[in-house]
């Protein structure tokens, strides 16, 4: 099987081909994106390179590369491996084609050497002959990644862990025709992290040493579940959940003026309209949505009826839960580890999200009715949610109410007049 890239003309409904591999390969093209005209394309791919600076081809497959398509042409390599086994990948791409950001672990600024395995934001607006590193030299231990940038080119978001566990958001604005950037951190986790050992001393307070020991439980036995029921304690530093994002890979969006960015976050960051997210056994994924210019994070799964009075944990999560996880039946060592129904998350108040091009729109996919008082969740079944940002609306898009027909994965126009999503 050969995977292959095409570029579809909706006026014309005729195809063109963007890249073939020449043969057989389970890394031939990977994760395109279009520019907004139409014109361009970058795309990843492990395919032999043409770039001035490439290994040798035998030494090409070992690793990944950024190309880029402009219709009516070729594609062409913009990276290129420094050395064999590193990757550049996930590219973005500015509505005219001009800038195509990137992560890679390549050394690719001159005079900056990145350790292997260490992912830095990279971004060209010259067609590879030149790279701007967007994200800060940081230690071998953090990465930068999943960039994604405004419609013009002058602002690029990602994710980086580079001052703690876990990642968080950044934006950075660049100034044209210079290679210097202001960055800054979009939301602090710090102090919202899951502190493990505060959880098992805890639970040796509250169930006593020899209990634990009698059950198996060590420090090493904590997780998530039990990070998440820990962050209801008062007095402990567990507002985050071992194992649990910071904000989800692949889920940033920035408007194309680069002023709104949205993302899904299982932590807090929100600072406007009293939506400080309250101490709950469970953190689930959330929609925030940050205006740059004001310089505030709001919740966008808070709006609606259902936004200030879910049901309770045990209403939306036991019936659908197994038998031996209900109440009654659950092991005291289950309790102990937060893995009964009535301590696990299993709402999803987001799921996958856009902006549309002006920021007046934001869609996602959710399996909580905001509608409803009481946000009643069918199991499993998602349904796509529009968020209209001027008047905080919420309006359901779809209505299956049937966990064998999801909907999901929207994308919104410039306009946020129109709206692609993958439905049964």
């Known amino acids: 099987i ?11 409904r005729e195809y063109a081909m963007v890249a073939s591999a020449a043969e057989a390969d389970d890394r031939d093209v990977f994760h395109s994106r279009l520019g907004g005209t139409g014109a361009a394309a970058c795309f990843e791919s492990a395919e032999v390179q043409k770039h001035p600076k490439a290994l040798p081809v035998d030494e090409q497959r070992k690793g990944y590369n950024i190309w880029l398509w402009r219709a009516g042409g070729n594609a062409t390599t913009l990276t290129y491996s420094s050395e064999a086994g590193r990757h550049s990948r996930s590219c973005d791409i500015s509505a005219d084609g001009r800038a195509v950001a990137f992560h890679s672990d390549s050394s690719l600024v001159a005079g900056v050497e990145t350790p292997r395995g260490v992912l830095r934001v990279f971004v060209t607006n010259d067609d590879g002959a030149s790279f701007m590193q967007v994200s800060p030299s940081h230690t071998e231990s953090a990465n930068s990644y999943a960039p994604v940038l405004s419609s013009d080119g002058s602002f690029v978001a990602f994710l980086s862990n580079m001052e703690h566990q876990y990642q968080e958001p950044w934006l950075a604005r660049l100034v044209p025709g210079e290679s210097r950037h202001d960055v800054a951190k979009v939301a602090d986790f710090s102090g919202k992290l ?7 001393k805890e639970l040796q307070r509250r169930h006593g040493a020899q209990n634990l020991t009698d059950n198996l439980i060590r420090e090493t036995s904590i997780s998530s579940p039990s990070c998440q029921l ?5 007095g402990l530093n567990t507002w985050g959940g071992a194992g649990v994002w910071g904000v989800l890979s692949g889920q940033l969006r920035l408007s194309d003026d680069g002023r709104f960015l949205v993302y899904i976050s299982a932590i ?8 400080h997210e309250g ?6 994924y959330n929609a925030f949505l940050y205006d740059r210019i004001l310089g505030m994070t709001w919740q966008v799964t808070k709006a609606g ?3 200030s009075g879910l049901q309770t944990i045990e209403e939306a999560c036991c019936p659908y839960a197994p038998s031996s996880r209900q109440r009654g039946t659950c092991s005291l060592r289950d309790e102990m580890l937060g893995n009964c129904c009535f301590q696990k998350p299993c709402r999803r108040p987001a799921y996958v999200l856009d902006i549309s091009g002006d920021g007046k729109v934001v869609a996602f996919a959710s399996d909580v009715n905001y509608l409803e008082p009481r946000g009643s969740v069918v199991d499993n079944d998602y349904e796509v949610w529009l968020y209209h940002v001027p008047t905080s609306a919420l309006y359901r898009l779809t209505n299956t109410s049937d966990a064998d027909l999801d909907d999901f994965n929207p994308a919104l126009n ?4 129109r709206v692609v999503l993958i439905g049964c």
């Open 2 to 12: 050969v995977y292959r890239l095409w570029a579809y003309t909706v006026a014309t």
């Open 194 to 200: 899951c502190d493990k050992a505060a959880v098992f």
């Open 230 to 234: 820990a962050a209801s304690w008062d």
């Open 268 to 275: 807090s960051s929100a600072d406007a309209f009293g939506t």
């Open 279 to 284: 101490r709950s056994p469970v953190l689930s």
């Open 305 to 307: 009826p259902a936004g």
């Open 414 to 417: 410039a306009k946020g007049d």
